[in-house]
């Protein structure tokens, strides 16, 4: 089992910056995908960003310039900056770890709002 504890949400106006944490525990292996996706109520839940153990990164076209997605290994923390907010990128977000089966975060509200 993975546990997966995350921190940073918030209430913020656009074009101001958040930084989402995610630190996994339990059972981890080395070579794992970790990431982050994002959810609105009424749709599904979407990718944002995700980046493996090797450090290779994706990125929905949505955030691409704006959210920079990072790790660090030794402390299996996974983090998300995030840059130049929008009001359509409110959502929850859920922290993702993966090898195969998919662990889920209990998720932090981000609003973005004047």
């Known amino acids: 089992q993975v546990q997966l504890v995350e921190s940073g949400g918030g209430l913020v106006q656009p074009g101001e910056s958040l930084r989402l944490s995610c630190a996994a525990s339990?059972?981890?292996?080395?070579?794992?995908?970790m990431g982050w996706y994002r959810q609105v109520p009424g749709k599904e839940r979407e990718l944002v960003a995700v980046?493996?153990?090797?450090?290779?990164?994706n990125y929905a076209d949505s955030v691409k310039g704006r959210f920079t997605i990072s790790r660090h290994n030794t402390k299996n923390t996974v983090y998300l900056q995030m840059n130049s907010l929008k009001p359509e990128d409110t959502a929850v977000y859920y922290c993702?770890?993966?090898?195969?089966?998919?662990?889920w975060g209990q998720g932090t509200q981000v609003t973005v709002s004047s």
């Open positions: 980046i493996t153990s090797g450090g290779t990164t």
């Open positions: 993702l770890y993966t090898l195969g089966v998919n662990y």
């Open positions: 339990g059972s981890i292996f080395s070579f794992n995908t």
